[in-house]
């Protein structure tokens, strides 16, 4: 077996992350697969950012926002890429919200996916926009699923699942992020389509741990958090699922995001 360690972060803006202290986490943490999201930036940036982290030999995929500053996602590697497409499933291509590659193992080929699904906002059009990205995500999800793929979803999906994944579940119950359309995505999922949360599924139940705090306030130090950076595997996948941890900051000046990244080994 070959042990393949994937982190997904949201970077909240690569450069301000790099001056944060980033590059020097996600060289400590030594990733083989590196997904990023909310890069806001150019190639030519996010080359200079991966070389400050000792990354700058890597393959690197990358899609930026439509607009000018926003989103932006991104898939490094170790290894080359035997394909990138941008875009879920024919749609969403100049949004910089989804890319996708396939890389080669000895267990066969994984695609891994970094996403940033849409903030939403309940009862605006920017909601309908939200539901119309989840909707291509099923279907590409239902896809995999259908043909065995190994493959693995990762990226800031801006819902929590459960109550278990945001602190205040009471509060939010009407807001965008915990609405209960959105929520039934995930249930279809994993329920109908065998996708595994894999940190959940290797944690164990809650609450939290959670990867999202608000910059403003006590929200990190009282830890008044939300899960909603995930890694999704395809049923084939999460079988080799080995270890899943949270890479909290220690203190809230030891934030380089307002987001934590999600690191799990695989066995392949």
Same mark, same amino acid.
């Given at each position: 077996?070959?042990?393949?360690?994937?982190?997904?972060?949201?970077?909240?803006?690569?450069?301000?992350?790099?001056?944060?202290?980033?590059?020097?986490?996600?060289?400590?943490?030594?990733?083989?697969?590196?997904?990023?999201?909310?890069?806001?930036?150019?190639?030519?940036?996010?080359?200079?950012?991966?070389?400050?982290?000792? $990354?700058?030999?890597?393959?690197? =995929? !990358?899609?930026? +926002?439509?607009?000018?500053?926003?989103?932006?996602?991104?898939? =490094? &590697?170790?290894?080359?890429?035997?394909?990138?497409?941008? +875009?879920?499933? +024919?749609?969403?291509?100049?949004?910089?919200?989804?890319?996708?590659?396939?890389?080669?193992?000895?267990?066969?080929?994984?695609?891994?996916? &970094?996403?940033?699904?849409?903030?939403?906002?309940?009862?605006?059009?920017?909601?309908?926009? #939200?539901?119309?990205?989840?909707?291509?995500?099923?279907?590409?999800?239902?896809?995999?699923?259908?043909?065995?793929?190994?493959?693995?979803?990762?990226?800031?999906?801006?819902?929590? !699942?459960?109550? %278990?994944?945001?602190?205040?579940?009471?509060?939010?119950?009407?807001?965008?992020?915990? $609405?209960?359309?959105?929520?039934?995505?995930?249930?279809?999922?994993?329920?109908?389509?065998?996708?595994?949360?894999? !940190?959940?599924?290797?944690?164990?139940?809650?609450?939290?741990?959670?990867?999202?705090?608000?910059?403003?306030? #006590?929200?990190?130090?009282?830890?008044?958090?939300?899960?909603?950076?995930?890694?999704?595997?395809?049923?084939?996948?999460? =079988?080799?699922?080995?270890?899943?941890?949270?890479?909290?900051?220690?203190?809230?000046?030891?934030?380089?995001?307002? !987001?934590?990244?999600?690191?799990? %080994?695989?066995?392949?």
């Amino acid at each position: 077996m070959t042990a393949m360690r994937v982190i997904t972060a949201n970077v909240n803006g690569i450069r301000a992350a790099i001056r944060r202290g980033a590059a020097a986490w996600i060289t400590a943490a030594a990733p083989d697969v590196l997904c990023l999201q909310e890069v806001r930036a150019g190639d030519a940036e996010l080359a200079k950012a991966l070389v400050e982290a000792g $990354l700058g030999h890597w393959h690197v =995929a !990358h899609t930026e +926002g439509g607009a000018k500053g926003r989103a932006g996602v991104a898939v =490094a &590697s170790r290894e080359p890429y035997a394909a990138v497409r941008v +875009g879920v499933d +024919g749609a969403f291509g100049e949004t910089g919200r989804w890319i996708e590659v396939d890389i080669a193992t000895p267990t066969g080929a994984v695609t891994v996916a &970094s996403t940033y699904v849409h903030t939403g906002e309940a009862g605006t059009p920017r909601q309908v926009e #939200k539901y119309l990205f989840l909707d291509a995500m099923t279907s590409r999800m239902q896809r995999a699923a259908a043909s065995g793929e190994l493959m693995l979803v990762t990226g800031d999906l801006n819902v929590a !699942h459960r109550e %278990d994944d945001l602190k205040n579940w009471k509060g939010n119950l009407k807001k965008s992020g915990f $609405l209960p359309e959105e929520r039934a995505y995930f249930d279809r999922w994993f329920d109908e389509l065998s996708w595994v949360d894999v !940190h959940r599924a290797l944690h164990g139940p809650g609450p939290g741990p959670y990867t999202w705090w608000s910059w403003r306030g #006590k929200a990190f130090d009282n830890d008044a958090g939300w899960r909603i950076d995930y890694q999704l595997a395809s049923g084939p996948l999460a =079988a080799l699922a080995r270890s899943a941890t949270v890479g909290r900051a220690e203190s809230y000046a030891g934030r380089w995001s307002d !987001h934590a990244p999600v690191v799990v %080994d695989y066995d392949l």
